[in-house]
């Protein structure tokens, strides 16, 4: 098969988009290469630091260690409770303050431009502004000023990106899912009011656009808060799960569609 036969949607679901690099560690032990990837939200980070050369095992070491809190900086509530320039910064480190036109594959960021109501996809400058706009939880971040575009989480109105994987040439798009739920975790503050609230609309928007993925994965979180700062070990551990029991499935339909014919591309 020729051009890009795989590519991944990785989607928005905050500290359960760890999850996604459970999926990708699996994926790569089973040979399977990514040929582009997109994200929304978390999944934008980490489709971010993957597409930038960053090995998953590091990946999964960072997540686990890194003291999430220390990057929050909190403002005067005008536009958001946090400013992002703290959590920007670290973006920058980790995605070694690439352009798109540096990344080892072929990458795309969404976001939503609240002031037009649009779906944006980003595909081109630096990749950390891309990510930094897409995970603007609306409310709690400060919106992202981007090519004369006020920019916010790109969960609210593209959950997991497929058709920007398409976008980008792939043939077979493999979607993660994070955002699936029976019940919805516990409401503590003010923060999980509004995160959970978007949770629920992505949650309908996305029911029909799943029918456009070739493969859906969705990793079994239970009640894991998209705001929690610990348990990513869990949210990490469960991708891997999700992904391995997905696996016989996914090389099925990789083998019909010529990609696999003996467990490698």
């Known amino acids: 098969m020729a051009g890009m036969p795989v590519g991944v949607a990785l989607g928005s679901g905050g500290t359960r988009g760890f999850a996604h690099i459970g999926v990708l560690q699996v994926l790569s032990e089973a040979g399977i290469a990514v040929d582009c990837i997109a994200g929304s939200s978390m999944g934008a980070l980490i489709a971010a630091i993957y597409a930038t050369g960053a090995p998953l095992e590091q990946m999964e070491r960072l997540a686990t260690h890194l003291p999430l809190a220390r990057f929050i900086d909190v403002t005067i509530p005008r536009l958001g409770l946090v400013s992002g320039e703290r959590l920007e910064k670290l973006i920058t480190l980790l995605t070694k303050g690439k352009t798109f036109a540096q990344a080892d594959l072929p990458l795309a960021i969404v976001a939503t431009d ?27 971040f400060v919106p992202y000023r981007l090519a004369n575009r006020l920019l916010i989480d790109g969960g609210v109105i593209d959950r997991v990106p497929i058709r920007a994987v398409r976008e980008l040439g792939a ?25 959970q609230a978007i949770d629920i609309m992505e949650r309908e928007v996305f029911r029909y656009r799943v029918l ?32 391995q029991s997905a696996l016989p499935g996914l090389t099925t339909l990789l083998r019909q569609k010529g990609v696999m014919t003996d467990g490698t591309k």
């Open 212 to 243: 456009d993925a070739d493969f859906v994965v969705r990793p079994e979180l239970e009640l894991m808060s998209s705001t929690a700062l610990s348990g990513v070990d869990k949210a990490i551990a469960a991708g891997r799960v999700a992904m």
């Open 171 to 195: 043939q077979i798009v493999i979607a993660v899912d994070v955002g699936l739920f029976d019940r919805l975790p516990p409401i503590r503050h003010v923060v999980d009011v509004v995160v």
């Open 114 to 140: 609240v002031e037009l109501g649009e779906r944006v996809v980003l595909t081109e400058g630096l990749i950390h502004q891309a990510v930094r706009a897409s995970i603007g939880i609306p409310g709690i």
